[in-house]
């Protein structure tokens, strides 16, 4: 597949992650759409409707209560079937617990639940963006992130029984804002990413998307370094999005902050397991200022 293709193809998954700006429900509509938005738009036009027979086949969707009455949840299934959960708890949004469950194929009940943050009460679900995220990596393993202390990390044990400590892999930055992201690919490669400012920076055109990296299945971490150095700034109450293909290709997804009005989305590609980045610009939005 063409790296243009793949842009378009990742894109439309992603942006379903990408959380809307505080300052407004909607743009003016007035931008023309950039390159890649196009060609979505000719593909659309060319697409041909499914037929109801074609959805059936696909199987209907099923609808589950969240258990224990959690809220904020995030779901992957795996290659098994096997339906991974975590979702928060607690009696104030801004300090409480995040916990995980599963659900194996052709099961009705979830397994009992485990708590993953090892500090109690330090996750919260303030608003829709800055709240846990979930990624299954080499052998099953679940990797976990989300705002706490900073831009907290807990990975499930080898035994598959509790999570490890949680770890903050914020090192040279600070103001974690916007919930952070995490994927992971069958080789043992772990990717945390969040957007922040480098310590001593201020204001969301200063602001940049950070990656912090392990090699080893999440057992260590190389410090954060940005994804991409542009200065494209970062929307702080808009949210990122990580993803890992099986071929190792890593993307990420955030929203731009340049001249306190422009929120554009941008596609950031890495064929090399994350060192390097190639950007495109997925959609532009202006704000009103």
């Known amino acids: 597949m063409s790296s243009g293709a793949r842009i378009l193809a990742v894109a439309v998954v992603l942006a379903l992650g990408v959380a809307g700006c505080d300052k407004v429900g909607r743009g003016d509509g007035k931008q023309a759409p950039s390159a890649p938005t196009a060609r979505a738009e000719e593909r659309q036009g060319a697409s041909q409707p499914v037929s109801k027979e074609r959805t059936e086949e696909r199987g209907a969707v099923t609808r589950l209560r969240v258990p224990n ?13 096997t339906l991974h959960l975590i979702y928060f708890k607690g009696e104030n949004a801004g300090a409480g617990d995040l916990f995980y469950v599963r659900r194996d194929a052709g099961k009705e009940r979830f397994s009992e639940p485990i708590r993953i943050n090892s500090r109690p009460n330090s996750a919260c679900a303030a608003g829709s963006v800055r709240g846990g995220q979930i990624a299954l990596g080499k052998g099953g393993r679940v990797h976990v992130v989300w705002n706490g202390v900073g831009s907290d990390y807990a990975r499930m044990n080898d035994a598959g029984t509790a999570f490890e400590e949680q770890r903050n892999l914020m090192r040279q930055t600070n103001h974690a ?49 940005p994804a991409w150095k542009e200065p494209t700034g970062v929307c702080a109450c808009c949210s990122t ?49």
């Open 177 to 225: 804002d916007g919930g952070c992201t995490v994927a992971a690919d069958d080789a043992g490669n772990v990717y945390v990413v969040w957007h922040g400012h480098l310590k001593g920076d201020d204001g969301e055109d200063q602001r940049k998307v950070w990656l912090a990296r392990s090699t080893g299945d999440g057992e260590t971490f190389a410090p954060e370094a």
């Open 69 to 81: 009455g959690g809220i904020q949840p995030q779901a992957v299934a795996d290659a098994n079937g």
């Open 241 to 289: 999005r990580a993803f890992a293909d099986h071929k190792g290709v890593v993307y990420l997804l955030y929203r731009s902050a340049t001249a306190k009005v422009n929120r554009d989305t941008y596609l950031l590609v890495s064929d090399d397991r994350g060192q390097t980045f190639q950007q495109a610009l997925v959609h532009k939005w202006k704000v009103p200022g």
